[in-house]
Structures are given as C-alpha cells and as structure tokens.
C-alpha cells in the first residue's frame, strides 16, 4: 500500500489498537461467547414459503422431544408487543397470521442444548395456504395482492424526521427532493443524457453472525446482542415488555463486525420472548443462511437524466430511485430519504427532482447497508456522468471539475454547506493515477520487453468518482470521564466496538484533552446500565459527534478539578488556571498577555487542545481566568498540582476520583445538519480479460477526506475496509432468488472478496484540511471509500470494454457478455 497525507495533517499519530492483544490471542469476548447460568438454547423454525397464510402448526412432536423446554409460535406472546420497528412496527417477532418471505422465524424451540433445540425444530411441522410470491419490486407495485393488509401508522409517528407514508399499495415508503423546474431546464439542455442501473441484492458479510442471549425476570430484562445501537434496542424491548427503560439492560460486548447490518433491532425481541416463555436465559444464533435472511441491503433500480448545457455545466438531474425493500419496513424508509440525499452527487444543480419510493417484496428484509442507500444512487449518478462525458467528448475529470461544488458552497438547502475541497481530492486521485502509469510505463522501457508494453487479450480502463454523504446521523452523544486518584482515567461510552477502531481512537481523545499517556486511559463501551446515552454507533459519526462529547466530558472534569482545587485552597475557581496538565494558582503566576493561550500549545507533549467544535474552543489542559485572552504565563512546567495531587487533597486520603460528563446535541458545531459531509473519492484501474470476461483491479485510489486523522493507520484501514466491500459489490457478491427461495445463502456460491482479489495496487490518501466539525477539525471516515466504487468499476470496465455496463456484479460471464455486445 502507498501512503500520502495532503493538507498539512496533524498532531496525533497512530496508536496500537486498544483491542489488538485480545483479538490475536483468542481472549476477546464476543457476544457469542455470552453464558448466564442455567442457560438453555434456541432453534427458530424458519417459513418454508414467501408468501402464505399459517393454517396450522404442529408442534406436539417436538414438545415431546428429549431436553425441549417449550415452543414458543405467536399466539403464546400473550400481552406482550407482537411486532417491533423504529419506524414502522410492522414487523413480526414470530410470523403472526402469515409468512412474508422464505425463511421468515415461525416458531422458536427452546432446549436444554443446541442440538436438541436443533433436533426438535425439525419435528414441527406447519401448514400453509398459498398465496402469490411477489419477489421482486416491479412485480410487487404491480400486483393487486397486498404483501401488508394493514397499515401500523400512528398518529404524529416519525423517526429523524423522516415519517412513514401510508399506503393501499407495496410500498414500504415513499419520498422525493426537489427545487426549480428539473422537466422544463431538461427540455432546454443542450444534451440530455439518461443511464438506468441495477443494483444487487447484497449481505453485509460479518465474521460474527447475528445472536442475542436474552434473560427475562420479572421486572427486568438483559439481553447481551450484536447490538450496533444499544440504547435504540432498549427502548423496543421496553415497549414490547411493557418496562421502564431502566428495568432494561442491553450490553454489547465486542462485535464481530457490523456493516449498517446490525443497526436497530434484529434478534433480541425473539431472544427475550424465548425466555420469557421458557422462564431462563435463552440465546438464539444464526448460521450465514439465517443471517442473510435476517437483513440484506435495498436493492435498487435508479434511472438518472442529466441535461447540460454547451459547455458541459449541468442544468438539471431528474432521478427515479426504486428500492427492493424485502418483507419488513426496518430502516429502509431512512435509507430511502438518504439515497434521495445522496443521489445527485456533489455539483451544482440548479434544477434537481429525485423520486423514490420503497417496495415491499416477498424476500427478506432490508435494511442499513454500509453506505447508506449511496452506493446504489452513486452507480447510477457518477456512470452517468461518464456517459455524459463519452457524449460530449470531454474528459470525465474535466467534466466532474466543471460542475464540482466549492467549499462552502450548499448541497441541500437549510443543511449544513459543504466542508471539503473535491477539486484538491479529484486531483490528488488523478495525479496517483498517473504516477501508477508512469511507474508501469518506466519499467517496461526499463525492461527492454517491447512486448510487455501491449497485454495481449487484456484490455485495459480506468475511471473516478466521487460521492458526498449528509453523514453523522443525529448529533446526540453523551460521554463520562472519570479521574482517580493515581490520576488515570475510565472513560464511558455507548459507543461500540465493531472492530474500526473506536476504543483506541476515543481513548487518544481522551489521553491528549486530560495531558495523560494513553495507557493511562481505560475505555469502557455499550452497557445500557453503566455506560451514558449514545444515539447509535454508525453513519461514520463515532470519532466526530462521540469524540466532541469525550472532549467536552473532559473539559468538564478539568473545571471540576479546578473547583476542588480552589476549595481545598480556600480560593476561588477564577483563581485557579490549568497549564501543561496542572492546576495553578494565579496568585503563584505572572500576568501577562500570551495570544491564544498560556503556554502556546499548553500541553507538552500531549496535544494541542480541544480543537474546531469543542467547548469553548479552549486548549487542552488550558482551563480559567484568561484562558482564551490574556493568560497567566506559567514559566515553570514542573510547578503547579498534577490532578492526583488535587484529588488526593480534596478528600484527605489516597481515595476518591473526579467525574466530567460531556454532552452533544443539536447546537453550536452540530446545530446544524449532517453534522459532516463524508466525501467519497477513488479511482480504479481495471483490466479485462478478452476470452473470459475476468475483471482485476490493477489500481485503487482512495482519498479519506477526514479534516483530521486522529489516527491515521485506522482511517487508512477503514478506507481499505470499505473500498474493499465496494469491490465486492461491484464484481462478486448478489443475493439470487430462484421463485421464492434464495439459492446461494452459503458463502461458496455468494461469493466476496477475498485474499487474492486484493487491488495489484493500493494508494491511500489523507486529507487532513482541518475543515470538520470533529475534534481538531475531524470528519468521519468508516463508509465514504465504499459509496463510489462500485461506479468506479462499472466505469472502468466500461472503457475498456467499449458497452457501458448497466448491472452489478461484473462476474466474468456479465463481462463477457459486454465483450460480445461490444463486437456487434
């Protein structure tokens, strides 16, 4: 991999991941690996039709079976809530009257041991009366037969303002943007181009599958899951339980990966029915086939027209989003509206229309998806802009650079202007891709092989794209650091641990806002019962939004250990100044007028200070009277008392520590929406081979505009992460159903990436600007690699091939396909 960092970069450099020594040496604890005493085991008994009402269900014989506890259908859930969903509460615990797609849960077998829950769940035995599979989305729109025949709407129901749309029809939801006249500056352009595209049905592919061990008393409930959103599943189950939400416990130990995939609730609630019916803990599992029935990402159908004018500018986009939303609403409504967001690209529209709506179809149900509905948008929206560069015989950089928003500039009215500079990112893609050339150029000649210069049978292409995310989701983060009196720090979050990297990278926040080593700081995640309220752990918010509440916890506590220490002196808070990681008195200090704060930098070797966004802007270890004017200069860094000094005092023993809490809400930075714009910007080089359609990325470029990389190794390995899963998409992976059933639920036939594919070669930039909201100037980074590379690649092969290809995946049979259309 080849590394470079523009925009001058920063302070901070890469730490050793907090979580490594336990992962490569088999001791990280997993929700999987959760055991409570006197723990039985489940076996869900999954729909063997899409589309069916329940008749009847046998389940003597396996009530009858060595070690079964009970088995749990719908009509034994008795008072309690039926059915879950953030947005729209439709979708069924246990199938409730009818099945809505093959695999859907129809019962649940509790035993004393997996292979007897396992063994009994086959003896039960279900009846159903057909009805129509509607398995795809146009087929669903088109029929008269109702996936839904009820509607679960109620009155004032909305979720991030985004409000369930009621309907007679299959639609999940409906949406759409708009400003000035898109038909009319459509029928005025000098040309109009038009691209329609396909994209898959995919899985978000996680080590650790979906599993929930639940354990209902009564009174309580504890449920340890794969939750990505702890909080948001305790607040279904306490309404499904009828509990307060503090009678409610979710602790998410790490999780094997997440993707979007685990966002919102998926398990728990048939966790915590099972052990409720059975009166023990209950944990359910899911093998990869249970898993890629229990969420998927939309797939999407979107046509995009683009007019522009003589010189190249666009005049207008008129966009149709169809999305392929599975059995159950789950997030699909939210990723629809951001799909609507995201679809348009980041350049100046003057007239924009998007259309989308959600189907409900007989397939399992959709949900978050890395990226966020941008991927399926981008692929349309970014091949049409090198169609449209094809047809008006113009480079496709040189039409992107003429339409590119500036910073500053407005995406979407009322929300926040772009913070990012996409022509620098444009180029910086370019300039790595020439370099590779030149690089294979020279040692060809250098080779003295004339023959090496030409591939034969390989065709070759190469192609950019770029994307920009309203990302951050809500700025809602609540974060505890508290000092002990050795003056080392246990730092609380709801944040989860999905293997990006949040433990370490909060945990440098936290070191260099409080001047101690990082080892000094412990890091404690996702336990509804201890840990503060986090809105969620995903849209690539954690290091931005959950890191400006770890600042702000850690200002707090500085002002904390100021009022002790002023207490302890019999002075006041004003009195008392933090400098370097110490706490002064001013009376001990001279006065004189020091700029932007005493000391400069004001911490030594342990950072800089709170940064853009951060509680009053001040310095880190830079708190009282004249902190931000003029300030007393401390000339003696070993004067002044370190915070265990101040502790110890205070309570008048080697005992006791000092707590800040910092809170993020929807003002100051992050009063304005999306908290940030995650910017996608890549570049591929592909070669094609001629006899059998093999795609291979010779080159990827990846450009993570993150304002500041608090660590920089764990930015380059999310972009390399999510880049990666673009490739998949783009050339392997896609959920096939023949009829009703999906027929590669295995991970042999759906294929992803894997060792081998890896990119020949791999350039990552880092474009530190300093221009997030985010702490010392942060944006997010986990998604934004992913957003453009499936457009990319669609691209790339599209050059070299000469047919501009319209559906993903490019396996080798699709390309050659292009190849024979190519020769006509």
């Known amino acids: 991999m080849y590394a470079l960092r523009v925009g001058g970069g920063g302070a901070m450099t890469a730490a050793p991941r907090r979580d490594a020594w336990e992962k490569v040496t088999g001791r990280a604890r997993y929700a999987v690996d959760a055991v409570l005493p006197n723990m039985a085991h489940a076996a869900v008994v999954r729909s063997e039709r899409a589309h069916a009402y329940l008749t009847a269900i046998d389940r003597a014989e396996a009530e009858a079976a060595p070690g079964v506890i009970t088995v749990v259908t719908a009509e034994d859930l008795g008072d309690l809530g039926r059915r879950f969903g953030h947005i729209v509460p439709d979708h069924a615990i246990l199938a409730v009257d009818k099945v809505r797609y093959y695999g859907e849960p129809v019962a649940v077998v509790v035993a004393e041991t997996p292979h007897q829950a396992a063994d009994a769940a086959e003896m039960v035995w279900v009846d159903y ?17 109702l996936i839904h025949e009820q509607s679960y709407l109620e009155p004032g129901q909305k979720f991030l303002d985004v409000a369930p749309t009621a309907s007679t029809d299959n639609v999940a939801h409906r949406n759409e943007l708009a400003w000035g006249d898109a038909e009319a500056a459509l029928a005025a352009a ?86 409720w019916a059975a009166g023990r803990p209950v944990k359910v599992t899911t093998d990869v086939e249970a898993a890629m029935y229990t969420t998927r990402a939309d797939g999407a159908l979107v046509t995009v027209r683009t007019g522009f004018d003589a010189d190249a500018r666009i005049c207008a986009r008129d966009i149709d989003i169809r999305f392929d939303t599975g059995a159950y609403a789950d997030n699909s409504p939210l990723v629809l509206t951001k799909s609507i967001n995201r679809s348009f690209g980041p350049y100046r529209i003057p007239n924009l229309r998007v259309r ?57 009215d009322g929300k926040r202007p772009l913070d990012a500079d996409l022509v620098a990112d444009l180029d910086a893609i370019v300039s790595a891709l020439d370099q590779h050339a030149a690089d294979r150029d020279a040692a060809v000649q250098a080779s003295g092989d004339q023959h090496a210069a030409v591939d034969s049978g390989t065709l070759r292409g190469r192609a950019v794209a770029l994307t920009a995310s309203d990302a951050g989701a809500s700025p809602i983060s609540t974060a505890q650091v508290r000092m002990h009196a050795d003056g080392s720090v246990t730092l609380l979050v709801s944040s989860t641990e999905m293997g990006q990297g949040s433990r370490t990278a909060l945990a440098q926040i936290a070191a260099r806002e409080l001047c101690v080593p990082i080892e000094a700081v412990a890091v404690g995640q996702s336990d509804t019962r201890f840990t503060p309220f986090e809105w969620t752990t995903g849209a690539s918010r954690t290091t931005t939004v959950v890191g400006l ?23 006041t808070i004003d009195d008392v100044v933090v400098h370097g990681g110490r706490l002064h008195f001013t009376a001990d200090v001279s006065n004189t007028v020091s700029g932007s704060g005493a000391g400069g930098d004001g911490v030594g070797e342990h950072g800089t200070g709170l940064g853009a966004g951060a509680a009053d802007a001040l310095g880190a270890g830079e708190r009282g009277t004249g902190a931000a004017d003029a300030a007393p200069v401390v000339t003696d860094s070993g004067s002044g008392l370190t915070p265990a000094e101040v502790i110890r ?31 996608g910007a890549v570049g591929v080089e592909v070669s094609v081979d001629e006899a059998t359609g093999e ?28 880049a990666t899963q673009g490739l998949g998409i783009a050339l392997w992976e896609e959920m096939v159903y023949d009829g009703e059933q999906l027929t590669n639920p295995n991970l042999v036939e759906y294929r992803v990436p894997r060792l081998r594919d890896t990119p020949r070669r791999i350039t990552s930039v880092l474009a530190e600007r300093g221009d997030g909201a985010g702490p010392y100037g942060a944006k997010g980074a986990g998604e934004g690699a992913l957003n453009p590379v499936p457009a990319a690649v669609a691209a790339a092969v599209g050059r070299a091939v000469g047919v501009w290809p319209t559906e993903l995946p490019l396996t080798p049979p699709r390309v050659w396909s292009l190849l024979q259309q190519a020769q006509q």
């Not at 600042?551 to 002075?571: E, H, I, T």
């Open 129 to 145: 009366d057909d009805l129509p599979a509607l398995t795809d989305a146009a087929t669903a729109l088109a029929s008269d037969v």
């Open 190 to 275: 000098a040309t109009v181009v038009e691209t329609t595209t396909t994209f898959p049905l995919v899985y978000g592919y996680a080590m650790e599958t979906y599993n929930a061990l639940a354990d209902w008393q009564p009174g309580s409930l504890h449920v340890v899951s794969t939750a990505q959103h702890p909080l948001m599943v305790r607040r279904e189950l306490a309404r499904m339980f009828s509990l307060p939400l503090a009678a409610v416990r979710v602790e998410v130990p790490y999780i094997g990966g997440g993707y979007g995939s685990k966002s919102y609730t998926k398990l728990e609630p048939l966790a915590a029915a099972a052990s």
């Open 649 to 679: 005092q205070w309570f008048g023993a080697d005992a006791g520590e000092v707590v800040g809490v910092g809170v993020v809400r929807r003002d100051g930075a992050t009063a304005v929406l999306p908290p940030f714009w995650e910017i």
């Open 549 to 571: 509440a770890v600042q702000a916890a850690c200002a707090d506590l500085w002002d904390n250990l100021r009022a002790k220490a002023a207490d302890s002196a019999g002075v």
């Open 356 to 412: 989308g709506v959600a189907a409900y179809t007989n397939t399992s149900p959709a949900s978050s998806y890395r990226g966020f509905g941008a991927p399926q948008a981008a692929l349309a929206g970014e091949l049409n802009m090198d169609m449209a560069a094809d047809r008006l015989g113009i480079d496709p950089v040189e039409v992107r650079r003429r339409n590119l928003l500036a910073p500053g500039d407005t995406i979407i």
């Open 695 to 722: 795609v291979t990325v010779e080159h990827l470029v990846t450009v993570g505009d993150v304002g500041h990389a608090v660590n920089p190794d764990l930015v380059k390995g999310q972009d390399l992460g999510a």
